[in-house]
C-alpha cells in the first residue's frame, strides 16, 4: 500500500486548504483512514478519522468546526478540508490507513501500519 499525499502550502490566517491523500495497492475502500500532524518539535497527534464507508468521522477538539475529513472509495482518495487555519496548525500532515477492514473510525495511531511522505502546511499570522 502507498500513499501520498498532497494539497500543503503557505497561507495565511483564515485561510482555507484541502489535502488529499490518494492510495494504490488493495487497501482502501474497505479500510478506515486518518490525518495525523506533527509540528516543529512536537510530537505527532491525530487530526481526523474516517470510517471504512465514510459516514463515521473522528475530530480533534482543536479542528472541530473548521476541519472535514471526506473520502472518494471510486478514486481512492481521502480529503481533509481546512478551513479557518491558524498559525498552530502549521505541521507536517500525513495520512495513514490500516489493514482493519470495515472497521473505524480510529483516532489514535496504533491500528494504523500504512502512512504517506507527508506534506507541509504552514499559516503565517
Known amino acids: 500500500v502507498k500513499l501520498v499525499e498532497s494539497g500543503g502550502g503557505l497561507v495565511q490566517a483564515g485561510d482555507s486548504l484541502r489535502l488529499s491523500c490518494t492510495a494504490s495497492?488493495?487497501?482502501?475502500?474497505?479500510?478506515?483512514m486518518a490525518w495525523f500532524r506533527q509540528g516543529s518539535g512536537k510530537e505527532r497527534e491525530s487530526v481526523a478519522a474516517i470510517n471504512w464507508s465514510g459516514d463515521s468521522t473522528l475530530y480533534t477538539d482543536s479542528v472541530k468546526g473548521r476541519f472535514t475529513i471526506s473520502r472518494d472509495n471510486a478514486k481512492n482518495t481521502v480529503y481533509l478540508q481546512m478551513n479557518s487555519l491558524k498559525p498552530e496548525d502549521t505541521a507536517i500532515y500525513y495520512c495513514a490507513t490500516t489493514s482493519y477492514a470495515y472497521a473505524g473510525p480510529f483516532l489514535e495511531s496504533r491500528p494504523y501500519e500504512y502512512w504517506g511522505q507527508g506534506t507541509q502546511v504552514t499559516v503565517s499570522s
Open positions: 495497492g488493495d487497501t482502501f475502500s474497505s479500510n478506515p
